[in-house]
């Protein structure tokens, strides 16, 4: 899969469905949205709506039952192997989650700097990309610093500061104020709307929080598996 510095995703008809006890589960039914360079967009809609799956076949964490998912042209799931795939996950795609899901043994520094090892980049050069994206986020003084010896708002800037550390294009953040109070998600959310703006990182969202989806430049609503509308 060729890598470009633009980025578009039309994503065309797509439906998920899963095998359950009782039959078959059908998640998502049927989506169309089309997201362009830098846009930042937020999901909103109840919990069980579909949108966690959304962001996981975005992300290619999850593979369509039907439809297509066209990121500059080429069709994901019917172009790229699963090698390519991988690749794009940790190349194109960052991901910040409910949960921060940072390695209670590693130190700040060092769990923003994985994916960046994983990548194979030398880990002087991963420690410095990983040191500036701190910096950056205001939490450089905690590098050294484990999980556990973390603020809940300071755990989820390194959890942010690790999705961006391979430069993606899209970042993908799935209630990513969730579990924090309202101040302190205020301030992360306050902190992605400005990294969009500065970075031009294309940013999606999934929020249950009106209130802060009221910051978001564009929002959807998500209603049994399906976009319903645009809220504006």
Do not use: C, W
């Amino acid at each position: 899969m060729a890598e470009t510095s633009s980025l578009h995703i039309s994503v065309k008809g797509l439906h998920k469905s899963f095998s359950a006890p009782g039959g078959t589960l059908h998640v998502l039914k049927g989506i169309n949205l089309s997201i362009e360079e830098s846009e930042m967009i937020g999901i909103v809609g109840a919990s069980g709506a579909g949108k966690t799956t959304f962001l996981h076949v975005l992300g290619t964490l999850e593979t369509p039952t039907e439809g297509q998912v066209v990121i500059n042209g080429m069709d994901l799931f019917a172009s790229a192997s699963e090698s390519e795939l991988a690749k794009y996950r940790n190349h194109s795609v960052g991901y910040v989650f409910q949960f921060h899901h940072l390695i209670p043994e590693f130190t700040a520094v060092e769990n923003t700097m994985m994916p960046a090892l994983i990548a194979r980049i030398p880990r002087k050069q991963a420690i410095k990309k990983a040191m500036s994206l701190l910096e950056r986020l205001n939490v450089a003084d905690r590098a050294e610093h484990k999980p556990g010896e973390l603020s809940g708002g300071e755990q989820q800037r390194v959890a942010v500061a690790r999705a961006l550390v391979m430069e993606p294009k899209l970042l993908l953040a799935d209630e990513p104020t969730g579990n924090l109070d309202s101040i302190t998600g205020e301030k992360i959310h306050d902190l992605l709307v400005e990294l969009n703006r500065e970075m031009g990182v294309t940013m999606i969202i999934v929020t249950h929080n009106e209130h802060l989806a009221d910051r978001i430049p564009r929002v959807e609503r998500m209603v049994d598996g399906v976009l319903v509308k645009e809220v504006r």
